[in-house]
């Protein structure tokens, strides 16, 4: 069954100022019911800040966040849950008792959800003494105990083992088939093809694209293997068109320092053509499958590199 | 707000936070009442003071008790951060009632005072430390981490007020004027009143209770205002 479509949400230019720093800068989306949409980006791009803007747990500095009717059920995992001194179950008694489930539900939900995540053995430890995987796990399950509208989790897959990341996505295929409206942060790319979600790239509090996950996937580019050049020259050959990325590596055989660019195939004879003319030499070209989109956005090791 | 209150209340309790605040004051009435025969007002004056720091103490372990990323996931659960706030406010009202009671009942199950209370001094007691006990609490809410992250300034700056506050008289004789009495937490006037209670007529009884209670009106509703404009990450 499809449902048709409706706004749930809007955000307009929300912008997010920490002591004058903006953290968030003039970001817009429009959050529908049935979608899945992925924030990615490297660490302390503000991906957790917008969630918590659209949780309503953070005031906009500017901008506005208009939500299609006044009180929307909205569910939220945080990041880095914390374990309590009570029992997961009891946690989440009250979590769904406070959000104002009927005593039967909620009891029903919590042993299906404690079963499908496997936690049931652990139900009446206190959570003091959970693991960081067990503890995701609760706070997942906190989430999906109400019928969210809106669904927002920060690092849904941080710590989980396969069976429950597979878990995870099942659940949220279910919700998103249902009509809840997903939006998540990750650093994985499953969650995101698995649940064909829209892509929100962010990049130092700003959208650096919207797009989905298709047009992320891996496409094949040319890697052209260079003498070092001068910094110059490498600024210069960074803002060429065609232009991926770049690394300093060191040669098989001679063991030599030396510079990696991926460029997009298109455009090789281009860059092959300045380096020479930089002073260059090219030591090797092959073309060979990189890093898709997606793990290139959600890559925090490459944070250094966001803006080359 | 029930099911609010019962998981606040769980909290708290499993933190054991409680213990310090609460202990203190079960330790100062029960030294209070170790020698017997005790009047009965002043008796009575002297315990709401404690419960007035005793509260105060309790307020801000109770209020920083959770931890800012649960305190989140509450919050979205209730759809609301006004009803946290409210919800704390009234879990604190329901422990200072439990130590208004006891405070009040001890001494005389014990027989600890010289001539029987009466149930109109006992409503009286009863109404004077619940007061006090909110007035602790109304403000320790402004000094909990959120509001005030250095828990050493927090702490100083709220021994300053309650003492400030139970030597009322002796600044309001020092700054002549409206200012002292109308800025100053009330508990001086609360005590004096309590204390002369036999004396005072009932009309000035009322008036000092409804002095104490505008002052936790305003300071708990500019807080639940404050509350609904606040931010809640992640840290607190």
């Known amino acids: 069954m499809t449902l048709q479509q409706q706004q749930l949400l809007h955000l307009s230019g929300a912008t997010k100022l920490y002591n004058g720093h903006p953290v968030l800068n003039d970001i817009s989306m429009t959050i529908n019911t049935g979608t899945a949409t992925a924030l990615i980006g490297r660490n302390g791009s503000g991906k957790s800040t917008l969630l918590a803007i659209l949780a309503g747990l953070l005031k906009l500095s500017s901008g506005s966040l208009l939500p299609a009717k006044p009180k929307l059920r909205i569910s939220y995992a945080p990041e880095a849950f914390p374990g309590l001194r009570m029992s997961a179950e009891e946690y989440l008694y009250n979590m769904g008792r406070i959000s104002g489930m009927s005593t039967a539900l909620l009891e029903n939900k919590i042993v299906q959800l404690l079963e499908a995540f496997q936690l049931s053995p652990f139900r009446k430890q206190a959570m003091t003494g959970y693991s960081k995987g067990m503890l995701q796990k609760v706070n997942l399950i906190q989430s999906l105990l109400g019928e969210p509208e809106l669904l927002l989790l920060d690092e849904p897959l941080s710590g989980l083992d396969l069976p429950a990341q597979h878990t995870l996505i099942e659940l949220l295929k279910e919700l998103k088939h249902s009509g809840t409206a997903l939006v998540f942060s990750v650093h994985e790319p499953l969650c995101v093809e698995a649940l064909d979600a829209g892509v929100h790239v962010l990049q130092a509090g700003r959208t650096l694209m919207i797009t989905d996950a298709g047009k992320l996937r891996d496409k094949p580019s040319s890697y052209i293997l260079s003498t070092a050049l001068s910094q110059q020259a490498h600024t210069a050959m960074t803002e060429l068109t065609g232009y991926i990325s770049s690394q300093y590596v060191h040669h098989r055989y001679t063991g030599e320092e030396c510079m990696e660019w991926e460029v997009e195939i298109a455009w090789t004879d281009e860059f092959l053509r300045h380096i020479l003319d930089m002073g260059g030499s090219v030591l090797s070209l092959e073309q060979r499958s990189g890093k898709s989109g997606l793990e290139q956005w959600m890559d925090p090791k490459q944070s250094g590199e966001a803006t080359a | ?236």
Request: net charge positive.
């Open chain 2, 1 to 236: 707000m029930r099911p609010l209150i019962a998981y606040m209340l769980k909290s708290y309790t499993f933190s054991q936070r409680y213990f310090a605040p609460v202990a203190s004051i079960v330790i100062s009435v029960l030294f209070l009442y170790t020698y017997k025969p005790n009047p009965v007002m002043s008796s009575y004056a002297a315990t709401a003071v404690i419960l007035f720091i005793g509260c105060a103490w309790m307020g801000l372990s109770f209020l920083n008790h959770e931890q800012a990323v649960q305190r989140q996931v509450t919050i979205v659960h209730l759809r609301s951060s006004v009803k946290y706030g409210l919800g704390g406010i009234l879990t604190l009202a329901l422990l200072t009632l439990v130590l208004a009671l006891l405070t009040v009942v001890y001494p005389v199950v014990t027989g600890s005072f010289v001539e029987p209370a009466g149930l109109y001094h006992m409503t009286l007691a009863f109404a004077g430390h619940m007061l006090l006990g909110m007035l602790g609490i109304s403000i320790a809410l402004y000094l909990q981490t959120s509001w005030v992250p250095k828990s050493s300034y927090a702490i100083g700056i709220l021994l300053i007020i309650l003492i400030v506050s139970v030597g009322g008289k002796k600044l309001e004789e020092l700054i002549p004027g409206p200012v002292v009495p109308v800025l100053l937490p009330p508990a001086a006037p609360m005590m004096n009143a309590l204390m002369n209670a036999d004396e005072l007529s009932f009309r000035s009884l009322l008036g000092s209770f409804a002095h104490v209670l505008m002052y936790i009106m305003l300071l708990c509703g500019f807080y639940l205002y404050r509350s609904s404009r606040m931010d809640y990450g992640k840290n607190l």
